[in-house]
């Protein structure tokens, strides 16, 4: 069974471009979250799909980044214009529905804003 | 103050030493605990799942809850360069698949040869 990907691996832009990063989940996986490592700090949370509705989005940091799930499959994580605040690593992880337990995460996509 | 303290070490020990890794919260709704391992350039991936307070052991590894003093553990026994990872705890108040984990900075483990 494949994991979840996410694409691109890494990413090196300038302040004030777009990026556009995409996660695709686990298949039959309906819950989809984002999470953020910005260096030095702990991973923290940015938003909660179920399904292509947005649950919790308590963690966005501001209106430049926009999320989306079409379909409830895959899903695209767009930061736009792009800061330097917003290099880190940004993870995405899956999970059932009915999951008590735990998320699965993808490797995480390296954001370096110049 | 923050949610969840981990010391982010970094901590080496010789191969076969029993290592112990632990984490402290502030938020008394957590009843989910989870010990992930994240080896570098890679994504967390869940290395041991506890409900509630008490111990759970997989193999050469345990994980303590103590839900009265906000305080989770979770030791290696006869430690192997292989374990030499970051050990990041994670914590949910209703269930780790169905809603945010709040996490722990991480604590990097060196298990020498």
């Known amino acids: 069974e494949a994991g979840v990907t996410q694409f691109p691996s890494h990413s090196v832009i300038e302040k004030g471009q777009t990026v556009t990063l995409r996660c695709d989940p686990i298949?039959?996986?309906?819950?989809l979250y984002w999470y953020r490592r910005v260096m030095g700090k702990e991973i923290k949370f940015l938003l909660h799909f179920v399904k292509e509705s947005k649950q919790d989005e308590s963690g966005m940091p501001n209106n430049r980044f926009l999320a989306e799930r079409t379909g409830g499959t895959y899903s695209t994580l767009k930061v736009q214009p792009a800061e330097l605040e917003d290099s880190g690593v940004y993870f995405c992880?899956?999970?059932?529905?009915?999951?008590?337990?735990?998320?699965?995460f993808g490797p995480g996509t390296r954001l370096l804003v110049l | 103050q923050k949610e969840v303290e981990q010391d982010p070490g970094p901590l080496s020990v010789p191969e076969g030493a029993i290592v112990s890794l632990n984490c402290t919260y502030s938020n008394s709704a957590f009843q989910y605990f989870m010990w992930y391992r994240q080896y570098s350039r890679k994504g967390p991936e869940l290395l041991m799942y506890?409900?509630?307070?008490g111990n759970k052991e997989d193999g050469r590894f345990t994980a303590q809850v103590d839900k009265s003093s906000k305080y989770i553990s979770l030791f290696i026994r006869d430690s192997q360069p292989s374990d030499s990872a970051t050990y990041l705890c994670a914590m949910s108040a209703t269930g780790g698949g169905s809603e945010k984990l709040v996490f722990g900075k991480g604590t990097k483990l060196t298990v020498n040869p």
């Open positions: 506890t409900y509630s307070s």
């Open positions: 298949s039959g996986h309906d819950n």
């Open positions: 992880a899956s999970s059932l529905l009915t999951s008590r337990e735990t998320q699965y």
